[in-house]
């Protein structure tokens, strides 16, 4: 499988503390690929230099055989990288159809001319957002919640909603941060059933970050393990998480000797 995201030698710095060293890895198309370690190991870091949130001090990010490094965000989007936050970023005071409409309407055609003139070029392609809205909506099972306000809805809808909302902007590849933090088991479960869905359906790659080992080693084919901003294990997730250098930074030297 060849690579659609590729991070070469690329290391961070925060004034004097080096967050990411030198690190690299390659995402294969079509996968599920997981991005695990400790806290504070340079996990979303190495997200938000991905997703043009920093620029990295050194190194090159390639997607799709090209250089993204020092793009902005909206740029980043635009090439087709979409991504999930820990904490979430939702629209609050819209609803749950407007929340993706937002989203849907960065890769819209229509101009200034012919929205404010609503031309018929305007409104067909408005009626496709919605129903292309409504389609995701229908996916996450949130067709109940379509016109409600976002703040009312249960954390692990929005969690959905929020994986809905990146989908909308027809990502080829998708950034997922801790998607199962706050979730109960049962939710949990579901969730690992409806990323699995949406790659098949959506022909998308998934990369993502997570601490729930179950959740890495039932829905990823590949994991990479990072700490202190360095590679410490790459593999098949039930190989990973055997690793004596995995188990040492998640419970510790001593832990791991008894």
Known sequence: MSALLSVQNMSHYFGGLKAV?????????????????????????????????????????????????????????HKGIARTFQNLRIFNNLSVIDNIR???????????????????????EEEKVREEAMNLIQLMNLHSRATEMAKNLPYGELRRLEIARALATKPKLILLDEPAAGMNPKETEDLMRLIQRVRDEFKVTIFLIE????????????????????????????????????????????????
């Open 21 to 77: 060293s030198e690190f690299s890895f390659d995402v294969p198309e079509g996968v599920i690929y997981g991005l695990i370690g400790p806290n504070g190991s340079g996990k979303t870091t190495c997200f938000n230099l991905i997703t043009g949130i920093y620029t990295p001090t050194q190194g090159k990010i390639l997607f799709k055989g090209e250089e993204i490094q020092g793009n902005k965000p909206f740029r980043i989007v």
């Open 102 to 124: 937002v989203a849907r309407h960065f890769t819209t055609r229509s101009g200034v001319f012919s929205t404010l003139l609503r031309l018929p070029s305007f409104k067909q």
């Open 211 to 258: 601490h729930h080992m179950k959740f890495v080693t039932g829905i990823c084919e590949k994991v990479k393990v990072i700490d202190f901003g360095t590679t410490i294990a790459e593999g098949r997730p039930e190989d990973v998480v055997k690793d004596p250098k995995v188990l040492e930074a998640y419970l510790g030297r001593k832990a791991v000797v008894c």
